[in-house]
């Protein structure tokens, strides 16, 4: 029998150094993730891209007859939690495996080992982005928050006369150059709603690099929204697709990031955009469940939302330290048996959150012990990562048949996960 039958296939890792290998391994998820080649010309600009970008991660595998066949991408980051801002957290990505050798535990390996490694040097939890729903589940991850799609009637859009106004001004600028502006801006607002990640240095140059292959393509625009005293709060990059029917525009815009610091940035970044000259529709990807803008609008009915869809998924690697990364800002006492086969955050735990522990911003933070009592709630891992973040209902979760306890329990620990924004999570890795 083959190695791969008889599965002893070693896993191996990557130099990230090593700009050859990272290329030979980046070739397994581009063919997974349907990912056309390069043209020749662009050929040694994708291996260089493709080893900026996986620079000081952790880059592992499975190599069989000399050639790679499945591979997987971890790397420590942050992420934002209720009431608590950033946490460490392993960020899981890459994960591939060639169509010729699928169904074969490989994944099960590759996973396996990383897990094992972070929650032993401390992680708490770990995070990736599903390209198919139904794997991960099966490997403790829940999905924590989603995104939306909207599409916008900018000749119907009238703001209210209430909305919050910003007390600075606009200013298109050059991506390339202002990249360390926009950086702060995006920093300061994944830092405010939970499921924010970092954007590390090498993801903005890639981004704002003319011409790069992962960069903003030749159509779009970045606004800057600067305050009174002219420090960047807020800025929205934006691409425009020109289109007419004899004299009568349809022309486009699509909104491709867009973050502000106040209210009144918000608004205007958006009013900019959806008074475009001849924009009839604007666009945008990958929002926050609970967006802002139909509040602001005369008639909400402008904005369309398309399907909500998962986005960051959660894995607690340890229970106890998971509840406690996050704040609270209820009240109150439950017992939680996490179950977790085979994998490290299987426990039960006493989660206590003291109302006189209560700092002034209205967070509290949780105790959380082992205990030998018996659970009020049992759920399993992947539900616990779902409910991390506030974004996922314990009482949905529940009638679903995915936890188990009385309903006073199970109400009791839907208002201590309660947060007063959905989790929102813009960023690709």
Known sequence: MSDLETGTLPLRSVDPDDAEAVAAWRRVPRVAFLEPAPAPAEEERWV???AERVAGQRLSGVVDADRWVATYRSFDTELTVPGSGPVPVNAVSSVAVLPTHRRRGLLRRMIGAD????????????????????????????????AVSLSVDAQGCRFRADAPRGSGRLELVQASAAWPELAAVHDASRRARPGGLARE???????????????????????????????????????????????????????LDLHAASPGAYRDLWEFVLSLDWVRTVTA????????????????????????????????????????????????????????????????????????????????????TATSREPDVVLGAAELGALLLGGTSAVALASAGRLAGPAAAVWRLQSLLATPQEPWCPTWF
């Not at 981004?207 to 420090?231: E, F, I, K, N, Q």
């Not at 607690?316 to 490290?344: K, N, Q, S």
């Open 48 to 50: 260089r891209e493709a």
């Open 115 to 146: 897990l094992q490694r972070a929650r032993e040097q401390g992680h708490a939890l770990a995070a990736l982005i599903a390209a198919e729903a139904p794997i991960y589940g099966r490997f403790g991850f829940g999905a924590a928050s989603g």
């Open 201 to 255: 240095e090498t993801w903005w140059q890639q981004w704002t690099r003319p011409g790069g292959l992962r960069a903003l393509g030749p159509s779009a625009h970045v606004v800057l929204h600067r305050d009174a005293a002219g420090v960047a709060d807020g800025y929205a990059a934006y691409e425009v697709a020109e289109d007419w029917a004899g004299r009568v525009s349809r022309c486009s815009a699509r909104v």
């Open 285 to 368: 990807k990958d929002r926050p469940v609970d967006e802002l803008l139909p509040l602001l609008l005369q008639d909400p009915r402008a904005v369309q939302r398309g399907a909500v869809d998962d986005f960051l998924w959660v894995r607690p690697l340890d229970a106890a330290g998971a509840l406690a990364t996050r704040r609270y800002l209820g009240c109150g006492t439950l017992v939680l048996r996490v179950v977790d086969p085979g994998g490290p955050a299987g426990a039960t735990v006493l989660l206590h959150v003291d109302a006189e522990r209560c700092g002034e911003d209205g967070w509290t933070c949780a105790e959380v």
